[in-house]
């Protein structure tokens, strides 16, 4: 990107910017997202709001045009390029919520899947929203779910699958927990995008979150239900 390119783009109104940063991260355009992403954040735009209405509404639209075979795999992985380098510059910003951690999460892309970009979002949301995340990244096989379940002791297990072939593997893990006797331990989230509620329900998960937003709204619903049931639980028990 050339340094002419980046005084147009200080010529625009926010309004023209988003618009801009949208149509780059459709184009996969890495320098001109990083640039916009910037200028946006020395206007004072907050990092939660230049990520949800500038890079994921662009991501949402490259979804849409994949889909109907107006994009293909080179195109779309330039998108995700560009959208992951914008994201390592609001990351720190978002942070980690500053005051008291409402709980902690476990999260992964379950074994036979290697997509991160949508685990990866939920992730950073989460964290900005006060909760502690492990992350086990991607391809993540059911004996490390298991021990990380044991050793860190999480609110939450969230775990993504963006294949019709990896889906099933949600019902294994789950289906492990409850073996071990593990699975009333733990609120279970899924998402991805061959999921939906009813597949989770099947599954035997606590809710499907459809993006990031919902899941950091189910997370702190479903957390505050759960301790206020244990909290129930230790009022009525004998001694």
């Not at 910017?17 to 735009?45: F, K």
């Not at 019902?171 to 593990?182: A, G, P, S």
């Amino acid at each position: 990107m050339t340094e002419d390119s980046e005084w147009k783009l200080r010529d625009l109104t926010h309004a023209q910017l988003l618009r801009q940063l949208r149509t780059d991260v459709h184009r996969g355009s890495r320098a001109q997202v990083l640039a916009a992403t910037q200028i946006l954040l020395e206007c004072g735009w907050d990092a939660r709001r230049i990520l949800h209405e500038g890079l994921l509404e662009g991501m949402r639209e490259v979804g849409r045009d994949c889909r109907a075979g107006l994009l293909f795999v080179p195109e779309v992985l330039r998108a995700v390029d560009a959208l992951k380098a914008a994201m390592a510059v609001l990351r720190p910003l978002i942070g980690s919520g500053g005051g008291k951690v409402l709980g902690k999460v476990l999260i992964g892309t379950v074994k036979g899947d290697l997509h991160d970009i949508g685990k990866d979002v939920v992730a950073m949301m989460l964290a900005g929203a006060g909760f502690e995340v492990i992350d086990l990244g991607v391809d993540t096989p059911v004996e490390r779910f298991m021990q990380a379940l044991a050793e860190h002791q999480p609110d939450i297990l969230a775990m993504s699958a963006l294949l019709t072939t990896s889906m099933p593997y949600i019902k294994t893990v789950i289906d492990r927990m409850r073996e071990f006797n593990m699975r009333n331990e733990h609120i279970v989230l899924v998402g991805g995008g061959p999921l939906n509620a009813e597949f989770a329900k099947a599954a035997g998960a606590d809710a499907y979150c459809r993006d990031a937003t919902a899941a950091v709204e189910t997370a702190r619903s479903l957390l505050a239900a759960h301790r206020a049931v244990r909290a129930c639980s230790r009022l009525v028990a004998p001694g």
